[in-house]
């Protein structure tokens, strides 16, 4: 059984940083891709990143671009999301999710249950 555990959400103010992490359990970070989400209120949920273990090639939302960065330990199978610069429109429930094929444009099947970020103005 595939379990992921996301952490490291809270309150910011604008500006400032949060580092996310998904502890996975149950697979082997080697063959799967991870991916990072979120959805504020009212929004649908949006992929913000994505790190395949194939090449360890990325991927970043345009609204996250040269702010966020995402990486991986995988011996630890946790992948991390951090965060700088953060916005008010960043506040949102972040979920991790993980595809067993190491790439990043397939469907995600296991998720989270997500973390709270919330940056104030």
């Known amino acids: 059984e595939v379990q992921l555990v996301e952490s490291g959400g809270g309150l910011v103010q604008a500006g400032g940083s949060l580092r996310l992490s998904c502890a996975a359990s149950g697979f082997t970070f080697d063959d799967y891709a991870i991916g990072w989400f979120r959805q504020a209120p009212g929004k649908e949920r949006e992929g913000v990143s994505c790190i395949s273990s194939s090449d360890g090639s990325t991927y970043y939302a345009d609204s996250v671009k040269g702010r966020f960065t995402i990486s991986s330990d995988n011996a630890k199978n946790t992948v991390y999301l951090q965060m700088n610069s953060l916005k008010p429109e960043d506040t949102a429930v972040y979920y991790c999710?993980?595809?067993?094929?190491?790439?990043?444009?397939?469907?995600?099947?296991?998720w989270g249950q997500g973390t709270q970020v919330t940056v104030s103005s």
């Open positions: 999710a993980a595809a067993d094929i190491p790439v990043c444009s397939v469907p995600f099947g296991s």
